[in-house]
């Protein structure tokens, strides 16, 4: 059974930061792309990164590039790094993995976390 765990949300002020991790297992995740998407409330979900299996490959949101960094630290864990936080970036934070390369449409994931929430107070 694959499981994709978040971890790292939190509270915090406007201009702080936070980082999330997200574990994966049940199986091997080489040549999988991961990524993390969010849901604000009465929003869509919407794309924020995303990294290749190698890591030598990232893909961002504009509404978050310069502000925020995605990183792999092996084939079933990876990491966003939040900084420069606004109350906009408050939502539920998810993590995926899809076969393959990036993408930042939420239909080429095959698995899903669970969600962390990420609140950034004004």
């Known amino acids: 059974q694959v499981q994709l765990v978040e971890s790292g949300g939190g509270l915090v002020q406007a201009g702080g930061s936070l980082r999330l991790s997200c574990a994966a297992s049940g199986r091997t995740f080489s040549w999988y792309a991961m990524g993390w998407f969010r849901q604000a409330p009465g929003k869509e979900r919407e794309f924020v990164a995303a990294i290749s299996w190698s890591g030598g490959v990232t893909k961002y949101a504009d509404s978050v590039r310069g502000r925020f960094t995605i990183s792999r630290d092996n084939a079933k864990s990876i990491n966003l790094q939040m900084d420069r936080l606004k109350p906009d970036d408050t939502a539920v934070y998810y993590c995926?993995?899809?076969?393959?390369?990036?993408?930042?449409?939420?239909?080429?994931?095959?698995?899903w976390g669970q969600g962390t929430q990420v609140t950034v107070s004004s």
């Open positions: 995926s993995a899809k076969n393959g390369g990036v993408s930042g449409v939420s239909r080429d994931y095959d698995f």
